[in-house]
């Protein structure tokens, strides 16, 4: 299945992309730093914005995309939330224009705010904050415009980059 990885650069993307590349085509688009991957991963090229990269993608170009960007990570203003979101937005328009039928983000654990115990995936979180619900409204769009899609919520990461706490 030939895949658009975004976020290759990331602390999730990283390892994903060198784990899927060995069975699966990835695609992702250069990175500030360039291509840091061994294996033979296919870049597009960088543009200055986010939408001229998304805008260079063709029809039937791809099955899946797999998102696990979130800019300016471990920022998580309100105003960060805002420019992520409407990236997302912009994203997953663009995928359904492109007949992209296929959708894997990454939400948060931030989104079940400050329940605690055993939660279900459609119990409603308390005091989620900004960024918790900015994910919920984004988890809300991959619903409603994906035929197929997984949501991965990650629990305290640790890792370089992440939030001090």
């Keep these: 299945m030939r895949t658009l990885l975004l976020g290759s650069s990331g602390f999730i993307g990283k390892p994903l992309v060198e784990s899927l590349a060995n069975n699966t085509k990835i695609t992702i688009f250069e990175s500030r730093s360039g291509n840091h991957f061994d294996k033979n991963i296919e870049t597009l090229p960088k543009t200055s914005s986010f939408r001229e990269q ?10 899946r995309v797999i998102d696990c960007s979130w800019s300016g990570l471990p920022n998580l203003s309100n105003e960060n939330n805002k420019l992520n979101l409407e990236q997302k937005l912009f994203l997953i328009d663009r995928m359904r224009q ?4 296929s959708y894997v983000g990454f939400g948060s654990c931030l989104e079940f705010g400050s329940l605690t115990g055993e939660v279900n ?3 409603k979180g308390k005091d989620v904050g900004n960024f918790g619900s900015t994910k919920l409204e984004l988890l809300d769009r991959v ?5 197929h899609h997984i949501w991965f919520r990650p629990f305290y990461l640790v890792g370089s980059r992440q939030h001090e706490n």
């Design 121 to 123: 995936e459609e119990e």
């Design 54 to 63: 998304l805008m260079q993608i063709r029809p039937k170009q791809f099955q």
């Design 143 to 147: 619903r409603s415009s994906f035929e």
């Design 98 to 101: 492109l007949g992209i039928k």
